[in-house]
């Protein structure tokens, strides 16, 4: 793959964004100006991530493995069903949808970050571990003909001048106050169901607000709801398959334009 060289003006504001915060771009992730790149995959390794990168492995429905060059990882949509294989640090649990969320947290994650408050209130998270931040936007949820106002949230992980958003159970397209909140994104993990989460229509809309340079679809449902993704997404944007779970990106690889990139699960 061609890789592009993104503009030296946009990517200084990134690596001095990134650099004033100790690696956790604590401010990146709200609107700047965007320039030109591209992506480069590699195959799943344990090795260290590379300075300057984040690893994302897709481990299965809407788990990923978000991992930093200072060892912290970050598990998406913890649950009991798909597990990462190695212990997270920080895990995210958008909605108290089972195969969204754990009933027995393993002991050694230092922070568990649920996307609902079980008294009613609303979700507030805001955690910074070494060069990684976590911090979620509350959305409300709709299922079997009920809806729960701040039922749900997207949770977005900043590192390494990266802003990444957890889309997950999203049933709505967003709010002016949700879009600024998301800030700028970088790369989204989509769910591409179509029907459990929310219609294409829908999840087309959201993507095209919040921009990201590159979509990782989850959260696939049934194949018609894949093959439908792809065939419009192709009509807007490359869509990519990659045959390993896991690439490693930093904010100068990513793609000029949008692009659609399928990891392998297991």
């Known amino acids: 793959m061609r890789p592009f060289q993104r503009l030296p003006i946009a990517f200084a504001v990134a690596a001095l964004a990134w650099a004033g915060s100790g690696g956790a771009a604590e401010a990146s992730c709200y609107p700047m100006a965007r320039a030109p790149g ?6 799943f390794r344990v090795a260290a991530v590379k300075a300057h990168h984040v690893r994302i492995e897709f481990v299965g429905h809407s788990t990923f493995v978000i991992e930093s060059p200072q060892g912290v990882r970050v598990a998406t949509d913890y649950n009991d069903y798909v597990r990462p294989r190695r212990l997270p640090t920080i895990v995210t ?26 008294a009613g209130g609303i979700a507030r998270h805001n955690v910074s571990v070494k060069d990684v931040r976590v911090r979620n936007v509350p959305t409300n949820l709709a299922e079997f003909g009920g809806r729960w ?6 949770f977005v992980i900043e590192s390494q001048g990266l802003c990444i958003v957890h889309i997950s159970h999203l049933h709505h397209v967003l709010s002016e106050d949700q879009l600024r909140d998301l800030g700028r994104i970088d790369i989204a ?10 219609s294409h229509q829908e999840l087309f809309e959201v993507l095209g607000e919040i921009k990201p340079m590159l979509v990782i679809p989850m959260h696939y449902g049934s194949m ?3 093959q439908a993704f792809i065939a419009r997404a192709k009509a807007k944007w490359p869509v990519r398959h990659h045959d390993g779970p896991a690439i490693e990106l930093s904010f100068r690889d990513l793609p000029r334009k949008t692009e659609v990139l399928f990891l392998a699960g297991r």
């Open 38 to 43: 591209g992506f480069m995959p590699a195959s």
């Open 93 to 118: 649990m958008n909605n108290s949808h089972d195969t969204h969320y754990s009933y027995s947290v393993d002991e050694g994650v230092a922070h568990v970050l649920r996307g609902w408050d079980p």
């Open 149 to 154: 106002r701040n039922g749900n949230s997207m």
């Open 189 to 198: 993990f989509a769910p591409i169901d179509g029907m459990w989460t929310m």
């Open 224 to 226: 018609g709801g894949v």
